[in-house]
């Protein structure tokens, strides 16, 4: 599976912005599909995860604010964010599990300023 990510950017305090995950070479079936953030000199932490049956989490810090969303048959994982703040700065990454596999696309920038 290949996993191609966008929609990364610079938005102000407060504003939105949609990231997208498009998987190929595979399928997305029977999996979990999330996203992950990295700020510098912070760990990779789970953002939001969503499985094939619709089950999500949500790290608490985003709560209300970020939505995921998939769809099985394009291939597709979306994370919308609102109200976002300067603390959700980093390099998002897309991510799908299925059982001991893991897959990473390549990080998108997201920044938001104060």
């Known amino acids: 599976v290949q996993l191609q990510a966008s929609g990364g950017g610079l938005v102000q305090a407060g504003g939105s912005l949609r990231l997208s995950c498009a998987a190929s070479?595979?399928?997305?079936?029977?999996?979990?599909m999330g996203w992950y953030r990295q700020a510098p000199g912070n760990q990779r932490e789970l953002v939001a995860s969503?499985?094939?049956?619709?089950?999500?989490y949500y790290t608490d810090s985003v709560k209300g604010r970020f939505t995921i969303s998939r769809d099985i048959r394009e291939k597709t994982v979306n994370l919308q964010m609102i109200n976002l703040k300067p603390e959700d700065t980093a390099v998002y990454y897309c991510?799908?599990?299925?059982?001991?596999?893991?897959?990473w696309g390549q990080g998108t920038l997201v920044t938001v300023s104060s």
């Open positions: 991510n799908v599990k299925r059982g001991t596999l893991t897959y």
């Open positions: 969503i499985t094939s049956g619709g089950t999500t």
């Open positions: 070479r595979g399928t997305v079936s029977s999996t979990v």
